[in-house]
């Protein structure tokens, strides 16, 4: 089976193994030495000095715990969204009470960075700009540094990032970039299964937090951050799957961050090139295309519905359907973790054996 979803990803035996460990007292000093050592990784991945938190979620978690521990409700925030993970964003703050103001962008596009400059001059109240780092949903990855440059260095606003098909994946430096918060989840670059998100947390996010009154219980950071003086979770982790992300970082670790980030770069470039040499056109422009996810567009009179079963019923191909507005209109490869050359040639000749069943000439439609 070729599991080429943007989440979850292929998890190396040896971190599945890792789970099958006996269980450890979570208040002990084995747990203590272990959460001290995954945190100090955590942190060379994030690429800050400021405070990392493991959560108990998938990745929803950590965007709602990022939301609701720094905004207080009628708090107005500006959401820079450009597809539906950025729409979740804003949705969760609405929930909670904030005044969302909305710089949406063209599914397939990234932030318009003028657009962004103009809204953020034009309304001082606005204190909190909501970002996704990596749109999942359509493939498109944003400057985040020189959106942070806008956001922090021109208006000093906070700064709250979807990084969750980012971090560990794409460069994104936390702090000298100036993200106040960024949220991130297991199932995507980290190689693990679906069930943790880590959080990264600055002072002015602590700050911010201070006077937040939003309603927090189980996500409250603050719990977080007094347990964790003690070498503790505040409630019972999954630690099965810190065993897991313990081996992850390691390895991660050897492989180094930099050699990380290439072998994402690269692989995103192999599998863009591959499908416009079936004549597959790319969602994104290549300046923004996201080398953790691709976006393709389904070719004209092509059920992708139909595509997609067949990819998986015929050669164990599995890869995802666009989402609400996109879902006919685009399939995603997943390419987080390590992907390698190979499993995307055997995605690139398992399309071209079913659009060449369905009707459509690879070879031809250049
Ligand atoms: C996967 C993803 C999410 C949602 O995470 P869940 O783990 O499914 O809750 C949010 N934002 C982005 C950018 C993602 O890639």
Redesign the pocket.
């Known amino acids: 089976m070729n599991l080429r979803l ?2 979850p990803i292929p998890v190396p035996n040896e971190i599945l193994e890792a789970m099958a460990k006996p269980m450890i007292n979570h208040r002990g000093p084995a747990y203590k030495e272990m959460l001290a050592r995954i945190t100090d990784r955590l942190k060379q991945v994030f690429q800050t000095t400021g405070d990392v938190y493991i959560l108990t ?5 950590a ?1 709602e715990a990022t939301i609701t521990n720094t905004l207080s409700p009628s708090d107005k925030v500006l959401c820079a969204s450009i597809g539906g ?1 950025g729409h ?1 964003f804003a949705e969760i703050a609405r929930i909670f009470g904030a005044d969302v103001v909305m710089l949406n962008s063209a599914p397939g596009t990234s932030i318009k960075l003028d657009k962004l400059h103009s809204v953020l001059e034009s309304d001082p109240a606005i204190s909190a700009v909501l970002v ?5 949903s359509t493939g498109v990855t944003n400057d985040l540094e020189k959106i942070a440059d806008i956001v922090k260095k021109e208006f000093n606003k906070l700064l709250l990032v ?1 990084g ?3 971090v560990g994946s794409l460069p994104l430096q936390t702090d000298a970039w100036g993200c106040d918060v960024v949220a991130t ?1 297991s ?2 670059g980290w190689m693990l299964p ?1 069930g943790l ?1 880590f959080i990264s947390f600055s002072e002015k996010a602590w700050e911010a937090n201070a006077t937040s009154t939003m309603p927090k219980f189980y996500f409250d950071l603050s719990e977080y951050r007094s347990y964790f003086a003690k070498g503790q979770p505040p409630w019972t982790p999954a630690i099965s799957q810190m065993f897991a992300l313990d081996l992850a970082l390691e390895e991660m670790m050897t492989q180094g961050l930099d050699n990380i980030y290439q072998q994402h770069a690269e692989i995103g470039k192999f599998t863009r090139d591959g499908l416009r040499t079936l004549g597959l056109t790319i969602l994104p422009e290549e300046s923004i295309a996201s080398n953790s996810v691709t976006a393709v567009c389904v070719p004209d009179g092509i059920d992708v519905k139909n595509l997609l079963m067949q990819l998986d019923e015929n050669h164990g191909v599995i890869l995802a359907a666009g989402q609400d507005s996109l879902a006919e209109k685009i399939f995603r490869i997943g390419h987080m973790g390590r992907t390698t050359k190979g499993e995307i040639e055997n995605v690139l000749n398992s399309l071209t054996s079913v659009l060449t069943n369905l009707g459509f000439n690879p070879a031809q439609s250049r």
Do not use: L, V, Y
């Not at 979620?57 to 978690?61: D, L, V, W």
């Not at 996704?132 to 999942?136: A, D, F, I, L, Q």
């Open positions: 943007p989440g979620a998938s990745g929803t978690g965007m993970f979740r996704t780092h990596n749109e999942t979807d969750i098909s980012s989840a199932q995507k679906p998100a």
